[in-house]
């Protein structure tokens, strides 16, 4: 299937590793132009430099959850031409006893999670509609539907992206836009390591024997009873972007291996 995104100008947020880099990846494959970023210089870099060998990558460092950081990456992408695919991905995820969760880490949830999100949406969003072509996919989590009790910030604020999806593709009704946001479950990262470790401890386990029973004792709603890949994601990312999904809006797709035990 030739999903006709050569040369479509991709913003994958937070693409410096674990699913960004893949959805970075898959981007490349199909021949679209793919802006990197993340927090760090030095990492945007490498990673540009490594990504260079698959297809045509720019690099942009910038922590959105930082409002001026923010508002200087958008010009500079806007620098490169008009944003064909806006891609949110980056979000933070840990446990958290909820009883002991401070005001002060609630917004921080909320300026990384969805602030970012908005941030970036709001600039591109229009644009999109004067061109009247455009994807924005954002990366929300079978949590924002199924809210874990030992992620109850994160829960939320994946929730808020659900909405938030929604109401920017009610915006796009009668265009050629799409806005839609897609729910992983448990998918091996980075990022997923070091919860692990948080998980483990807060359930008391050694963390080898608990990573190993994790879908047994865990998520045994898992039809798949495994962890996604970062492939499997980025794949069905790229799927939502392609001209052949312009009557998939406004949903939030599951690729969660079935976690979710509803119609
Ligand atoms: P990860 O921690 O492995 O990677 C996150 C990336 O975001 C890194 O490149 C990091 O440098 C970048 N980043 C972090 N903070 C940033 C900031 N302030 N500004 C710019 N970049 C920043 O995470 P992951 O597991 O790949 O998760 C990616 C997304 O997928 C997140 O939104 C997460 O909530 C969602 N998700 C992940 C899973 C999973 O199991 N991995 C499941 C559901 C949803």
Redesign the pocket.
Known sequence: MDLQLQDKLVVV?????????GIATSFLREGATVII????EE?VQSVTEELSAIGKVHGIA????NGEQADVFIGKVKGYGAVDVLVN?????EVMDFTNVTDEEWMHYFN??VL?VIRLSRAFLPDMLEQNSGRILT?????GVKPLPHMIP?SVS?SALISLSRGMAELAKGTNVTVNSV??????????ESYMKGAAEAANQELEKFTADYFKDSEPTSLIQR??T?EEVADTVVFLASKQASAINGTAQRVEGGIIRAL
């Open positions: 947020t937070g693409s410096t590793g674990g699913i960004g880099k970023n993340g927090r760090s990492r910038a922590d959105l959850s991905n980056m979000g933070i995820f990384m999670n970012s990366i929300s989590s079978e949590a994160y994946k729910l992983p479950g448990p998918t091996w990262t980075e990022g997923v962890y996604a970062v």
